[in-house]
């Protein structure tokens, strides 16, 4: 999918191909089957046209988070596009989707991509994390902008309230930082031997920080201590996680954020040296991680076209309330269990969303 271009609407998969999709190990060994539906498969799918009837074409600017291979970001953006055709926007007919998909974690890509969407003079533009929030405020204070799996939008400054934004900014948080507490419960509930925990954050972004805060404040009341890791580049991340491991009675509690970046790589490290982890999002365990608790972030950017489609309809940013997730997902992974000599807990079984077996 190449930068700067739309899916066209009549080739957007139905709900389920996504769902069966990115339900699959490492999105599935279907990706390329995926992809091929992408690009050839009509779809039937009930439109609400009327609202829309216009002589103005619109424009929808959507900043990504994920390189274009990346089958994360092609999860969430096709879900984004499913999700506006099933609102009556049709990129091509009443709408013109402009699409740009940074280096992953390239801060000067998505400050470039940024200002060239900011150029086409978008009616709306639609940023799938914090980064790109951020540098679409630096090129513009007026084109409505609606966000998608940000952390703290009031603490990173994007909005004045959660429910009066006040400015041109609005959309979906991913989850409260109290919620981070969940991570460490849960290592503790599988792996019950943890005495010390590391906890993969990224050091230059305070959202990383708060997340440690909240697992240390909880840490005494397990008796585990929590040591952080700074999330460098791949030589770091490799060296700080083997010399960590050495020791017995350790686990890892991944954060949300730039990790994402390196999810197979931190994967491997944990199988490697036998350290049971807890992940953020489901993605990490069908990739082979042991178990994850998080917030849907494909539904999230459905969510967020609904905002979109609002915005287009004449809907301000200011008078729309930030949102937070409808959903959190608990998945297990047992094949990576058995290989790490861990007995799931019929508890955690119970109340489990998904097992992969």
């Not at 470039?112 to 914090?130: C, F, I, S, T």
Request: charged share 20%; no cysteine; aromatic share 6%.
């Amino acid at each position: 999918m190449a930068a700067g271009m739309g899916i066209r609407a009549a080739t957007v998969p139905v709900r389920d191909d996504i769902d069966n999709f990115i339900k699959e190990p490492m999105f599935g060994m279907r990706r390329r089957t995926f992809i091929a539906v992408l690009g050839g498969a009509a779809v039937a799918l009930p439109l609400r046209l009327s609202a829309q009837q216009t002589d103005r074409v619109r424009r929808v600017g959507i900043l990504m988070f994920t390189a274009p291979d990346d089958p994360v970001g092609q999860a969430q953006n096709v879900a984004f596009l499913q999700e506006l055709v099933r609102l009556g926007w049709i990129d091509g007919r009443n709408v013109r989707i402009d699409t740009r998909w940074p280096v992953a974690g390239n801060r000067e890509d998505t400050r470039k991509y940024a200002a060239e969407l900011v150029a086409l003079a978008p009616d709306v533009l639609l940023a799938a994390a914090a980064p790109g929030v951020r540098a679409l405020e630096q090129v513009t204070r007026t084109v409505p902008i609606v966000f998608a799996n940000v952390v703290d939008p009031v603490g990173a400054g994007f909005v004045e309230s959660l429910a009066r934004p006040g400015g041109n900014v609005t959309g979906f948080t991913q989850f409260e930082y109290g919620m981070s507490t969940k991570w460490l419960e849960l290592l503790k509930e599988i792996a019950p031997g943890v005495k010390q925990a590391a906890v993969l954050r990224d050091p230059t972004n305070p959202s990383g920080t708060a997340q440690f805060a909240a697992i240390q404040a909880m840490a005494l009341s397990l008796t585990v201590e929590v040591i952080p890791i700074g999330l460098g580049d791949t030589p770091e991340i490799e060296r700080t996680v083997t010399a960590f491991a050495r020791s017995s009675n350790r686990g890892l509690i991944v954060t949300s954020g730039r990790a994402v970046n390196y999810r197979e790589l931190i994967i491997k490290l944990a199988a490697q040296n036998r350290l049971p982890a807890v992940y953020p999002y489901r993605f990490y365990v069908t990739g082979g991680g042991l178990i994850s608790y998080g917030p849907d972030l494909v539904n999230q950017l459905r969510s967020a076209a609904g905002y979109v489609d609002r915005i287009l309809k004449g809907e301000t940013p200011a008078d729309l309330p930030v949102q937070g997730p409808t959903k959190y997902e608990l998945v297990v992974n047992l094949k990576t269990a058995k290989a790490l000599g861990i007995e799931v807990p019929p508890s955690v079984l119970a109340r489990a969303d998904e097992v992969i077996e």
